[in-house]
């Protein structure tokens, strides 16, 4: 079945690089998806990836995608106290199931 | 259209009382799907509509769970008879048919059951 797996914490200091790691098992996953979530509020979609890709690029956003391994990364660039949020990484499929699977989420702390 | 839309977004109800969460997804997208959200988790996957249609549930949906869309836009989601265990975030997400999926959520409605 799918599974999808997260560490949950990470903390960074104001302006350094935040890499935020994620294992997935579902081969046939077609595309994965970054959501941030904040407190109190529901996930906002930050970016995703096809499979068929191994890096995309956004502003400060950097996704690298290891099919082989099932490694899926999210790099932020000059980390803000804004950034301060849950990330969560999710699988989709291409193949009429248009579910994500979601992992338990990463919660990143800006240490000033 | 400013986004996907949940009411209410909190609801407090006695155990055994039943309960109607509303969405109303972004207007032009066809697809919609409700997901529920326990604490330290992520969301998982309760069903979804294409249009009207209801093409997929999750094993989570027990029978005392049923989702409507009536007229292929807005949508509710009943919960008779609610256990303890109901009390979660109940998110709701939008889309496009098509590739890639993107799914936009709404802010969510938090279930308590007492």
């Known amino acids: 079945g799918e599974d999808v797996e997260q560490s949950l914490f990470l903390s960074v200091r104001e302006g350094d690089s935040s890499v935020i790691n994620c294992t997935y098992t579902?081969?046939?996953?077609?595309?994965l998806y970054w959501y941030k979530q904040e407190p109190g509020a529901g996930l906002q979609l930050l970016t995703y990836i096809f499979s068929n890709m191994d890096m995309k690029q956004d502003q400060r956003l950097t996704v690298l995608l290891n099919k082989k391994d099932k490694h899926l990364s999210l790099r932020i660039a000059d980390t803000q106290t804004g950034d301060s949020a849950i990330y969560f990484c999710?699988?989709?499929?291409?193949?009429?199931?248009?579910?994500?699977?979601f992992g338990t989420g990463t919660r990143l702390t800006i240490i000033p | 259209d400013t986004g996907v839309s949940q009411n209410p977004r909190h609801k407090i109800t006695k155990r055994g009382q039943n309960v109607t969460f509303r969405c109303d997804p972004i207007?032009?997208?066809?697809?919609l799907y409700w997901y529920r959200q326990t604490l330290g988790q992520g969301p998982e996957f309760l069903t979804y509509f294409q249009n009207e249609a209801q093409l997929e549930k999750s094993r989570l949906l027990s029978d005392r769970f049923s989702a409507e869309r009536p007229k292929g836009s807005f949508s509710t989601l009943e919960i008779q008879r609610t256990e303890q265990g109901d009390s979660a975030m109940y998110l709701c997400?939008?889309?496009?048919?098509?590739?890639?999926?993107?799914?936009?959520f709404g802010p969510g409605t938090r279930l308590t059951v007492t």
């Open positions: 207007s032009e997208h066809n697809r």
């Open positions: 999710a699988e989709g499929s291409d193949f009429g199931n248009e579910k994500l699977t």
């Open positions: 997400a939008s889309s496009l048919q098509g590739s890639p999926y993107e799914q936009y």
């Open positions: 579902d081969s046939s996953s077609t595309y």
